[in-house]
């Protein structure tokens, strides 16, 4: 038998392939990365998936100098994302539909997975756990339970098992268990949270309901004459009028609907630009209180935006909202229907 000339060579004497890194097919420039800051956790809540982190004092170029939001979405741990209080964290600031400011990118200082001290174990937990009534009475307990909230969000915040969702025990016995059930409920999960709203009297839910201020959500969007008002979670609110002003600040309510604002930063755009108000020009505009019943206040148009409100003339607030400290970093007078 005869070869062909044709015939490919072997294996052994082909040319090698080029290496991997070498191939332009797959080169390309990495991401710029989102400038990051240090902070402290306040506080986490492992059922709501969410909790707060204190900036760095420190830290001079960080944005934010309130407290931040931070969703479990955003936290790079080995395992389950959690965090505790006290944990050093590093972060991105983002921002949300509304333009308030979010923590991103939740890692440990210098990049890697979140870490941390962690509490110690419940003394009850050392004890000997062989009658079957201590171990009943220990599946009470939770060590790893998330801190309990403070004065901001504190809307019916309960301890919350660090091991996440699943109803059963893991792996024959470990300690890390689900949270316990009553033979009636079957393992659902508990119902959320109440919106700040929730305790309004049933008169004022009535009167926004035909006003159409979406309730939906913790946020309620009003309009009064030249203002629209947010009056958002955890007392938050903020103003954006049709002077091309826009402020942000605190806000108290009780149940019969009257709201009083304690505003704490506040900007105009006057003479081509975006400027700091004084207290004085600040109490000349922005409402001190205002009534939810009241004929005076009603819905925030859905197609209302800053442009409809100010005009074209008006340049973005971006930068000096930035630089005064807002959380907001954009204007959105209602959050969009879905």
Request: aromatic letters at 6%.
């Amino acid at each position: 038998l005869t070869t062909s000339d044709t015939t490919a060579p072997p294996p052994c004497l082909r040319a090698p392939a080029p290496p991997l890194q070498d191939h332009p097919a797959i080169m390309s420039d990495p991401p710029t990365a989102k400038k990051k800051y240090q902070g402290t956790v306040k506080w986490f809540s492992n059922r709501k998936g969410y909790g707060f982190i204190t900036p760095g004092k420190d830290d001079d170029g960080c944005p934010i100098t309130d407290d931040i939001f931070v969703h479990q979405s955003t936290i790079h741990s080995e395992g389950y994302r959690t965090l505790s209080e006290g944990w050093v964290v590093e972060f991105a600031v983002g921002h949300d539909d509304d333009g308030k400011a979010k923590a991103e990118d939740v890692t440990a200082p210098g990049g890697g997975y979140v870490t941390g001290p962690r509490r110690p174990p419940h003394p009850r937990s050392r004890r000997r756990r062989s009658p079957r009534k201590d171990r009943d009475d220990d599946d009470d307990d939770d060590d790893d339970a998330a801190p309990q909230e403070g004065n901001e969000g504190k809307e019916g915040e309960e301890k919350a098992s660090a091991g996440g969702g699943g109803g059963g025990r893991r792996g024959g016995g470990g300690r890390h268990r689900g949270p316990r059930t009553s033979s009636s409920g079957g393992g659902n999960a508990p119902p959320p949270p109440p919106h700040w709203h929730d305790s309004l009297s049933s008169d004022v839910k009535s009167t926004l309901q035909s006003k159409g201020v979406r309730t939906s959500t913790g946020t309620l969007d009003v309009s009064l004459g030249t203002s629209r008002i947010k009056l958002g979670t955890r007392g938050y609110a903020s103003v954006a009028d049709s002077r091309a002003v826009l402020a942000e600040g605190s806000f108290e309510c009780d149940g019969e609907g009257k709201a009083t604002f304690a505003w704490k930063r506040s900007i105009a755009f006057a003479g081509g630009e975006w400027k700091t108000m004084d207290d004085g020009e600040r109490g000349k505009v922005l409402p001190g209180s205002l009534t939810l019943g009241d004929d005076a206040v009603g819905a925030v148009g859905t197609d209302e935006t800053a442009s409809t409100l100010w005009g074209e003339s008006v340049t973005d607030p971006r930068p000096a909202l930035e630089s005064n400290g807002f959380e907001m970093r954009r204007v959105v007078l209602t959050t969009k229907r879905r």
